[in-house]
T-cell receptor
Framework: NAGVTQTPKFQVLKTGQSMTLQCAQD?????MSWYRQDPGMGLRLIHYSVGAGITDQGEVPNGYNVSRSTTEDFPLRLLSAAPSQTSVYFC?????????????FGPGTRLTVL | DAKTTQPPSMDCAEGRAANLPCNHSTISGNEYVYWYRQIHSQGPQYIIHGLKNNETNEMASLIITEDRKSSTLILPHATLRDTAVYYC???????????FGKGTRLSVIA
């Protein structure tokens, strides 16, 4: 299994540009989520999904869109990039949001918005 | 907001046990205690979880107090590769995802 994969690893955008961060998992996990991590900070939840076709907002959803058309993929869309969105983005998945919640994280996408 | 309180940083000598404390005084009866760690800028990695009883795996031991209001993660023989940020997390509750705080930055010193 490849686990959780994220592309691209690095990205530089100009203010106002849009882009999609890709996340895929091959473990047949129901639950997927996106976090952002700013320097010296913990992870903050952006959006999450408990299954295909179902998404919900986390702590910091503004400026981001998600959709979950398949179990495997959970892309994160930046609608109009702003310098405040400069961060490292992590995607995670787990079998379910049940009582045992071991999340598997991807390697991250490092995004800089100029 | 995170439901846990951890010291911002700790040091440990290489080869010694690292004991990382965590307070979670508002934990509810059906919530688990999870520990994750993040080495440098990699994605967080699951370490261990527990509900009431002490737990041990190949990476660490988790000691939960009887009233469940605090816990300690123990790395029995810390190595330089254990230098990382360690997150203590309580959850999930229903369909609420894990909430990460700032964690404890553990520095293992040679």
């Amino acid at each position: 299994n490849a686990g959780v994969t994220q592309t691209p690893k690095f990205q530089v955008l100009k203010t106002g540009q849009s882009m999609t961060l890709q996340c895929a998992q091959d473990m047949n996990h129901e639950y997927m989520s996106w976090y952002r991590q700013d320097p010296g900070m913990g992870l903050r939840l952006i959006h999450y999904s408990v299954g295909a076709g179902i998404t919900d907002q986390g702590e910091v959803p503004n400026g981001y869109n998600v959709s979950r058309s398949t179990t495997e993929d959970f892309p994160l869309r930046l609608l109009s990039a702003a310098p405040s969105q400069t961060s490292v983005y992590f995607c995670a998945s787990s079998y379910s949001l049940g009582r045992y919640n071991e999340q598997f994280f991807g390697p991250g996408t490092r995004l800089t918005v100029l | 907001d995170a439901k846990t309180t951890q010291p911002p940083s700790m040091d440990c000598a290489e080869g010694r046990a690292a004991n990382l404390p965590c307070n979670h005084s508002t934990i509810s009866g059906n919530e688990y205690v999870y520990w994750y760690r993040q080495i440098h800028s990699q994605g967080p990695q699951y370490i261990i979880h527990g509900l009431k009883n002490n737990e041990t795996n190949e990476m660490a031991s988790l000691i939960i107090t009887e009233d469940r209001k605090s816990s300690t993660l123990i790395l029995p023989h810390a190595t330089l590769r254990d230098t990382a940020v360690y997150y203590c997390i309580v959850g999930p509750s229903g369909n609420t995802p894990l909430v990460f705080g700032k964690g404890t930055r553990l520095s293992v010193i040679a």
